[in-house]
């Protein structure tokens, strides 16, 4: 195995090809008392950055440096050491991408090519047509959906606020001119206003929506009652 693949323990580096005593070294360091690892998880330091990856993930492409890594056949995929690869730590991120989904997206052209390099010296073969930029015609598709859920995710949120003025309006209407909790009042409504959310509004403040309807003119109006009394009202609407 090449020299910029090694295993590390307790800020130990050990060669592959180093002495049979490293060796001896090494297993003595992996067999000391620690916390045990999950099989399925390998640990990787590359260039100084660390990632946790699925073995399944890694032995992805069958023959590949990284398969082989982990498969047993070299020392540095058995036990549980972090083991160290001295390569590009920022640019292995794309090569995981491109490992976890089948397809890697790069800032810009020039990282299509050194995409290409990394999964050369990994010995993974590259569909370029599976890797994207991130500013690219297919971004502006993403975004675009993306502005458009938020879009209605704050119309939604806007809505309600609304609701929730016209309820607390609603209320002090209500307020100044009942004398009794039986009284049944109606009153006009802002008609851009939620009439579901303004029914649920109104509940907190203790109104009841007993009917909705307009007058001549067009305006929207509910007729409402003090909590608790919607039933009376209703049977009497119904007489």
Request: proline letters at 1%.
């Amino acid at each position: 195995m090449t020299n910029d693949v090694s295993s590390r323990s307790h800020g130990q580096t050990l060669n592959t090809d180093a002495p049979k005593e490293a060796d001896e070294f090494s297993l003595s360091i992996s067999t000391s008392p620690r916390v045990k690892a999950r099989d399925d998880v390998v640990h990787l330091n590359v260039g100084g950055t660390r990632y946790e990856v699925a073995r399944s993930t890694l032995m992805r492409y069958e023959g590949s440096m990284l398969a082989s890594l982990v498969s047993g056949k070299w020392k540095e995929g058995n036990g549980e050491e972090e083991i160290f690869i001295d390569h590009n730590g920022r640019r292995f991120e794309w090569v995981l991408d491109y490992l976890r989904s089948d397809r890697a997206y790069v800032p810009d052209l020039s990282d299509q090519s050194a995409l290409q390099e990394e999964l050369d010296y990994f010995g993974i073969a590259l569909d370029m047509s599976k890797v994207y930029l991130k500013d690219d015609f297919l971004t502006i598709n993403e975004l675009s959906k993306e502005i458009k859920e938020l879009k209605a995710t704050i119309a939604q949120k806007e809505k309600r606020i609304a609701a929730i003025k016209e309820s607390y309006r609603l209320a002090g209407v209500f307020a100044s001119y009942s004398e009794s909790d039986e009284l049944l009042f109606r009153m006009s409504v802002d008609k851009n206003v939620d009439k579901e959310m303004l029914r649920s509004c109104l509940l907190s403040r203790g109104l009841h929506i007993v009917r909705s309807g307009s007058k001549k003119s067009g305006e929207t109006t509910v007729t409402v009652c003090a909590f608790g009394q919607k039933e009376k009202f209703t049977a009497k609407t119904k007489k």
